[in-house]
């Protein structure tokens, strides 16, 4: 069986910006795959390529096998496409925007009758869908675009940034949403700069920087890939720097303590990083103890995709994402995308 | 969210078609899916055009107002300055006709641009679209329509306020003038939404192009009033073509394709062949756009 989406040696430039420098991954039918990197890393470049909006200058890219470049429309039909910023005619009603999207997408009239109920019904819109969608909140607007996205039953399903400025409540309901999708053997494609969110979703993961694919794998691969738990300690809820100092010279004795960090930042609270194991926690309190310091937290976790990202990158994705945002010309960006 | 629907039932909504082309028949007839995607993209222009009908209210008042201000404006020159025993509103109201026609056409990339740039045209660029050119066709489809409306509101006033009205046969031809140009420039307005990097761009070739076209026309004055290097330009201008066969419609009853509708610089212009510098202007648009088009649309 074809991958359902392959991508390999993906190259693709905008002026003198190489937003894309050499992209691979492959995303398995019925999984869903996350492309995880900080704004400007080049993951809406790559969704453009592949949803046939883009054309690349190298490298190869697949939808069940078929190209993307040479069959574009073969393509098209085979996959919907959630943008990041919802278009929508605000003049349309919900149901009149499905109508002329089942139209584009050639349904004969009665079946694009019989989904746009059934979606509507399903995505809880069926309340709004004679109102004018200017009238939407953010949360309808995006289970609108949902329900565009899915009216041709597509194999594959592409969202960019799919909670990005949502609210909670909003952003749990289209995560339990693509979750039913993948169930139904659906294949979901989504980008994301939200760490939770990939971690949340996505059955396996690229990470993305600067145009590159940095690491892939199952999240808890990539987890273990770069070893060992965190521990978060405080002693006191502000903990004065001489006793965290004391602290950190005791753990750092400790045969299953790897590493020892003072987090200024918050409150002088410790981070460790220890090898996987039982009883880290009590070992630790008990070092403490011993020296006549008490615990005000202590707390073990394995470690993040934020940790993965930090160790393949050197900084973390926050950092990354605020460094990013400086550097950015986002209006030439679009004039650029707009070509 | 979905209290009314089973999972079971959520599961076969959701699942995929595993044989898309099967189902909706998209091979065979790529005719009737471009006509299919063709109409929905010419509805949702005409609900746009209901719901804010302001364009299309000015665009009928605007004409009017020509009339009657420009009417007044030499509504005391001398009665044999335009003719003989004609009136300046008989002589304006082809004008009016031609010169509302054209800016309508003209401003046709418009609302392709901001699907452009709010990212809307991406969701038709990413439907399997029998061909993007229905999106081209339904620009032109919607602005034809609008101005055969207007032309008939302007023909209608014109009538009311003594510019008189051309026969059956005449109003046909006018309708086929109007069509021509309309269809010419509105592929000009939409390569150029295609080619200008944002609609500020758009905005200022038309505001560039629109009033010179219109005075480097005959549509307020006639070829002879004009310095001899404004009467060239005129007379290479394609609103003088579609201005001076309609305005012969309506000063003459009688007319046939070999009637002389204008005198230009190297010489007489028949009805026939005037409709033929029009039909040539479209062609020769439309094959210019293509490759702009099809930059686009690759």
Known sequence: MAAAVLIKNLQKSYGDVQAVKDISFTVQPGEIF???????????????????????????????????????????????YVAQEVAIDKVLTGRELLQLQAALYHLPKAVAKERIKQLLQLLGLTDYADKKTGTYSGGIRKRLDLAAGLLHQPELLILDEPTAGLDIETRIVVWDFLRKLKASGTTVLITSHYLEEI??????????????VIDEGTPSQLKDKIGGDRVTLRIREFTPV???????????????????????????????????????????????????????????????????????????????????????DLKKEKKQQMK | MSQRITSSKAKSILAPNSSPAKQFNYTGSLWRDFIQET?????????????????????????????????????????????DDLSYARFLAPGVIVFTAF???????????????????????????????SIVAASTIYIITLSFIQTAVIIAAGAFLGAGLPSLEGLSAIVLIVFLIVLGVTAVSLGLAFALPGHIELIAVIFVTNLPLLFASTALAPL???????????????????????????????????????????????????????????????????????????
């Not at chain 1, 971690?199 to 590159?212: K, P």
């Not at chain 1, 310091?293 to 990354?320: E, H, K």
């Not at chain 2, 107002?65 to 009665?79: I, R």
Request: glycine share 8%; with cysteine; proline share 5%.
């Open chain 1, 199 to 212: 971690d949340a979703l996505a059955d396996r993961l690229a990470i993305i920087n600067r145009g590159v």
């Open chain 2, 39 to 83: 109409l929905a993209l010419t509805k949702r222009l005409f609900i746009q055009l209901q719901r804010r009908p302001s364009t299309l209210i000015a665009g009928v008042i605007q004409p009017f107002m020509w009339l009657v201000l420009f009417g007044a404006l030499f509504s005391k020159a001398p009665q044999s300055l335009f003719g």
């Open chain 2, 103 to 133: 800016s309508g056409a003209l401003n046709a990339g418009l609302p392709v641009m901001f699907d452009r740039e709010f990212g809307f045209l991406n969701r038709l660029l990413v439907a399997p679209l029998a061909s993007r050119y």
């Open chain 1, 34 to 80: 996350g492309l995880l990197g900080p704004n400007g890393a080049g993951k809406t470049t790559t969704i453009r390529c592949l949803c046939t909006l883009a054309k690349p200058d190298g490298g190869k890219i697949e939808v069940s096998g078929i190209s993307v470049v040479d069959r574009p429309k073969e393509v098209r039909r085979r996959l919907g």
């Open chain 2, 224 to 298: 002879n009033f004009m310095a001899g290097w404004l009467q060239v330009i005129a007379s290479l201008n394609p609103l003088t073509y579609a201005i001076q066969p309609i305005r012969y419609l309506y000063l003459h009853s009688d007319w046939t394709l070999s009637s002389m509708v204008m005198n230009t610089p190297w010489g007489s212009v028949s009805f026939g062949s005037d409709i033929l510098v029009l039909l040539a202007f479209d062609a020769l648009v439309l094959f210019t756009i293509q490759p702009l088009l099809r930059r686009r649309f690759a």
């Open chain 1, 242 to 328: 001489e006793e965290a100092e004391k602290a950190k010279d005791i753990l750092q004795s400790l045969p299953f303590v790897e590493e020892v960090i003072i987090n200024t930042a918050q409150g002088n609270s410790l981070n460790l990083i220890v090898k996987p194991g039982n009883n880290s926690l009590s070992k630790i309190e008990q070092s403490l103890a011993e020296i006549g310091l008490p615990t005000f937290s202590l707390a073990q976790s394995r470690p993040s995709l934020d940790d993965v990202y930090l160790a393949a990158t050197g900084q973390t994705l926050m950092d990354a994402e605020l460094a990013a945002v400086e550097t950015r």
